[in-house]
């Protein structure tokens, strides 16, 4: 499958992923995150079971502290 | 646009700010200066000694409250500016109370768990208002790492990487170009209208 993560184009041998498993793929291994599929925001309990298919737009933001 | 018109527009518009630190005190102040309408402010902290590395505060303000010490620095630079000032740890209810009615929310927390509440509710309770947070800012140097992104409803500011810590502090350049940053979005989102 073909998805957009974070505004680049990405390509998967999958048809269908969980959040977790997009996450182990690209190793992203902090704990601070926000994900978005398509503008719809995932929360973490929902990261076994939310599914990314083919064309979803996904967002992965990596929260670091400062300010 | 000239500048009286930019300031026409702008009187009519409400930003509501998260925080009254490094990244919240500059860019309120900016907004202030250009002559935004309204300023909900929120902050739980005082003014210390060591927050004038990087935070606009004075050093006749350290132990005053952050949130109305804030008020009154902008009400030296425009009075005319209306200023909300809640002194209080923002948690999910009072963003929906107090930030209903604001055209862009500016998230302006230093910790990341703070910043995650404050996405995560304004992305679940109020899915098309414009959201624009600081991201990665420690240290000194590296101005190219320091960037602008969209994604939908939320505009990221900030070099997404640099995680505050004793060896790369949050220090006034980099904070206040983050800070500045979120300000400049916020007026192309509301000059746009």
């Known amino acids: ?67 | 646009m000239t500048f009286g018109e930019i300031r026409d527009k702008l009187k009519t518009k409400a930003v509501g700010i998260a925080g009254c630190g490094g990244l919240g005190s500059n860019c309120a102040v900016a907004l202030a200066r250009v002559g935004i309408g309204t300023l909900i402010l929120t902050d739980f902290d005082r003014v210390s000694e060591s927050n004038l590395n990087r935070q606009y505060y004075f050093l006749n303000q350290v132990g005053e409250p952050k949130a109305p010490a804030l008020k009154r620095v902008i009400h030296q630079i425009n009075p005319s500016v209306s200023v909300i000032a809640y002194e209080i740890k923002l948690d999910p209810e009072h963003i929906l109370k107090y930030f209903r009615d604001c055209d862009v929310i500016v998230e302006a927390f230093d910790q990341a768990e703070e910043k995650k509440m404050l996405i995560e509710t304004v992305l679940s309770v109020f899915p098309e208002k414009p959201l624009v947070i600081g991201l990665g800012m420690a240290g000194w140097g590296m101005n190219d790492s320091i960037h602008y992104r969209r994604t939908g409803n939320l505009h990221i500011c900030g070099d997404e990487v640099t995680e505050i810590s004793s060896i790369a502090p949050p220090i006034a350049p980099r904070v206040g170009m983050v800070a500045n940053m979120q300000a400049n979005v916020v007026l192309e989102i509301l000059l746009k209208r």
């Open chain 1, 1 to 67: 499958m073909k998805i957009v993560l974070n505004n680049n184009p990405e390509e998967f041998d999958q048809d269908v992923m969980t959040v977790s498993e997009l996450l182990k793929a690209k190793t992203f291994t902090f704990k601070m995150l926000i994900v978005r599929i398509n503008g719809d925001l995932i929360k973490k309990d929902a990261y076994n079971t939310a599914t990314i298919r083919d064309k979803d737009d996904v967002m992965v933001l990596h929260l670091v502290s400062g300010g």
